[in-house]
């Protein structure tokens, strides 16, 4: 869909342009009207016509200063849906039903705090709780080698700390 943001004193013009368009946009279908032509002819006419007259709008509007804007549809992020599906997971455990990527989701990003925020680390610690099999020995060795990783490291970053303070939570959370 098209928003269109313009300013007052082009709303004048704005309004000439239109019109100037409807005429030209009369004129043709007046002439077409004039020939006979099949339905089929005329209904690939009516489109062409169309895609015209739109071109030829967008073109008069950018030349009269008017910006159009292209509202894409927002479509959630993985780390949304994956929080919302722990917010529901803790909140509402009725409605809640499990979605392996999801859980795969929070599984990989659960030690970083710009996508898992504090807020949502302390209902994933819960929700790790009831991690069983393969995906809980997964979690383990893989929080395992990520410590050993961190402290063989000599970097001390704050980044650090909270990733070294988190995989500690869960390895005495599943260990």
């Known amino acids: 869909m098209l928003g269109l943001v313009m300013g007052k004193s082009s709303s004048a013009a704005v309004s000439k342009i239109l019109s100037k368009l409807k005429g030209k946009k009369q004129e043709k279908e ?3 009207k004039d020939q006979e032509l099949s339905p089929e ?11 015209e007259y739109k071109k030829e709008q967008k073109k008069l509007m950018r030349e009269a200063g008017i910006i159009a804007k292209k509202e894409e549809p927002k479509n959630p992020s993985g780390s949304e ?3 919302d599906y722990l917010t529901k997971w803790s909140e509402s455990p009725k409605e809640w039903k499990f979605q392996k990527t999801r859980q795969t989701w929070l599984l990989l990003h659960m030690y970083e705090k710009d996508k ?13 709780e009831g991690l069983q ?14 410590m ?12 650090h700390l909270e990733k070294c303070e988190r995989i500690r939570k869960v390895l005495q959370l599943l260990s």
């Open 81 to 83: 849906l994956a929080l």
């Open 133 to 146: 099999g393969s995906a809980r020995d997964k979690t383990v060795q893989k929080a395992e080698a990520l």
């Open 30 to 32: 007046e002439e077409e």
């Open 116 to 128: 898992v925020p504090d807020k949502y680390f302390s209902i994933l610690l819960r929700y790790l």
């Open 148 to 159: 050993k990783e961190y402290d063989n490291s000599e970097r001390e970053d704050s980044s």
């Open 41 to 51: 002819v005329k209904r690939i006419l009516e489109r062409k016509l169309k895609k």
